[in-house]
């Protein structure tokens, strides 16, 4: 497998992990403030 495939393969994880992320947040808003809280943000 050429490593364009790899990089592809990346980038096509990364998209569907920051949806999946974008859609927690959005859905539960009063968690992510936790989140921050804890992280120092």
């Given at each position: 497998?050429?490593?364009?495939?790899?990089?592809?393969w990346?980038?096509?994880?990364?998209?569907?992990?920051?949806?999946?992320l974008?859609?927690?947040?959005?859905?539960?808003?009063?968690?992510?403030?936790?989140?921050?809280?804890?992280?120092?943000?």
């Amino acid at each position: 497998m050429p490593l364009s495939d790899y990089a592809d393969w990346w980038d096509k994880q990364k998209r569907e992990s920051e949806a999946i992320l974008t859609d927690w947040v959005q859905e539960n808003p009063q968690w992510w403030a936790v989140v921050m809280e804890a992280c120092g943000y």
